[in-house]
């Protein structure tokens, strides 16, 4: 990187790499410096994967705006970009005549959002969408849907780099200085020099906006558990079902949510906490989503839980306040120039993630010439999976390639060429949970149990990465010490 950058983008989240994608049209120089050793290192690989319809957030915010449109997008996106998602729509629950006072409320703000769907059910109704959800009447929400997070975020990241964007990983932004109206930027062990940054950082965008000379925001992390449930529930819950929010506390209540691949979210909680990177999980809020969950999923046991995680939210109100502040996306030439920062970017986040970057593009418009390219391409191709096909076409695959008919991972059924493509491509993993979130081998029942060591054999011969040197997923996060003995 001899020649300055155009554009240097600090974070490789799910809007990072949407920023990236939606630059990569452009006849411009983008590079993307993240501080973790891969993709999924943050907030974006620790969420419950809805599409939000945009009745939760206040009319007239960027945040609501950005979410309706995003949603609205989705499907031709994830066409483009061949994710998996699907338009579940959505149960809001209550029980009592507060509760529907709030569902009416909700209703009317989705109205005035441009909300798509949305109705009022009765018992019956409810019953008829999901029997083993208990309430006496529901929001009902047509337009929401559920997308494979990981999927999604690492979808955008490819395609930007099959369009040209350099992606700088272990990387974390360290020290900016203006000079000769360039941005040099200490990016790990290197400088980059750079015309324009994006702040893009997440639960660190704070302190990256004050790196850059602007001051004044403070994100508050905020945790939220998780349960992951065994794929023997899936066909009780075909769709997201919450209860009533308590807008106050700064989320929207403990909820479950289905995946595409059949199991069930319990959660997230809500707790302000000290760290961005503290995604401990503690029995107490493990009890609490369990005694919650059941409140309207009276079925939930203990026992169909095969997997505790936390996220952390970037909130930009604290816990004397809590609740929601708008996204922030601005610009501040006069402390900060030639930076557009966004802080606060919290939930609805992944929905609104590309709206979120062309917003970007329009501030960066208003005074920089954007030339688009004519060999831009704006399709990515997941590869063929064996566990996506029917028995015919699975014959024809393992045919042509052997290794499509070695099983690696039994509980998802993950094959060693799904392991392969997700060692190779435009950004391959180069960490444990980096090939996870890519072919979701480690995410069934065993959680690992069976496959995690034939992964780290294979990320050994296929990638050529010693089992020494080999990270579970941050930095510092390396497995083995060294060698026992040689087999």
Same mark, same amino acid.
């Given at each position: ?60 915010? *960027?945040?609501? +705006? ?6 609205? !997008? =989705? %499907? @031709?996106?994830? /066409?483009? $970009? ?109 400088? *980059?020099?750079? +015309? ?6 997440? !639960? =660190? %965008? @704070?302190?990256? /906006?004050? $790196? ?276």
């Amino acid at each position: 990187m001899d020649r300055p950058l155009d554009i240097t983008i600090i974070g490789a989240g799910v809007i990072g790499c949407a920023v990236a994608r939606e630059l990569s049209r452009y006849h411009l120089r983008v590079a993307v410096a993240e501080a973790h050793p891969d993709l999924f290192g943050g907030t974006s690989a620790r969420n419950s994967g809805v599409i939000h319809a945009g009745f939760h957030n206040a009319p007239g915010s *960027l945040m609501a +705006r950005l979410c309706v449109e995003g949603n609205r !997008l =989705f %499907s @031709d996106l994830t /066409a483009h $970009l061949d994710v998996p998602m699907r338009r579940t729509s959505k149960l809001v629950v209550g029980f009592d005549d507060e509760d529907r006072a709030h569902l009416l409320s909700m209703l009317e703000r989705g109205r005035r959002n441009g909300v798509p769907g949305l109705k009022l059910i009765g018992r019956d109704a409810l019953r008829k969408l999901a029997p083993a959800v208990a309430g006496e009447f529901a929001l009902y929400s047509a337009s929401t849907g559920i997308v494979d997070p990981f999927q999604w975020t690492w979808a955008l990241a490819e395609n930007a780099a099959h369009n040209g964007v350099r992606f700088l990983f272990s990387s974390p932004l360290t020290a900016a200085v203006r000079r000769d109206g360039l941005w040099a930027l200490t990016v790990g062990s290197r400088t *980059l020099y750079s +015309r324009w940054v994006i702040n893009c950082a997440g !639960l =660190f %965008s @704070d302190k990256v /906006a004050a $790196l850059l000379g602007l001051t004044g925001y403070q994100i508050y992390p905020c945790r939220g558990e998780y349960f992951l449930l065994d794929e023997r529930l899936s066909s009780l819950l075909p769709l997201p079902a919450y209860p009533v929010p308590n807008y106050r506390t700064g989320g929207l209540g403990i909820h479950l949510t289905p995946t595409l691949e059949g199991n069930i979210l319990i959660g997230p909680s809500t707790e302000y906490i000290d760290g961005p990177t503290d995604w401990r999980t503690t029995a107490p809020t493990q009890d609490m989503l369990l005694r919650e969950g059941r409140r309207i999923f009276p079925s939930l046991s203990r026992s169909d839980c095969i997997r505790a995680f936390a996220g952390v939210r970037p909130k930009l109100t604290g816990p004397d306040r809590g609740g929601y502040d708008d996204f922030v996306i601005c610009r501040r030439e006069d402390v900060s120039p030639r930076v557009i920062h966004l802080i606060g970017m919290e939930s609805p986040g992944l929905t609104a993630s590309v709206p979120i970057a062309r917003e970007v593009i329009r501030l960066l418009g208003l005074t920089e010439p954007l030339v688009e390219r004519s060999d831009f391409d704006p399709i990515r191709e997941r590869p063929t999976a064996l566990r996506h096909l029917g028995p015919a076409a699975q014959a024809r695959l393992i045919a042509g390639n052997p290794d499509h008919g070695e099983i690696v991972c039994r509980c998802r059924t993950i094959t060693r060429a799904d392991v392969a493509a997700a060692l190779s491509g435009p950004l391959p993993a180069r960490t444990l949970t980096g090939l996870k979130y890519r072919c979701g081998a480690m995410m069934g029942r065993c959680q690992g149990g069976y496959c995690q060591t034939r992964l780290v054999a294979l990320m050994e011969e296929l990638a050529g990465i010693p089992r020494e040197q080999l990270l579970y997923g941050p930095a510092g996060s390396r497995l083995f010490p060294g060698k026992v003995r040689d087999v």
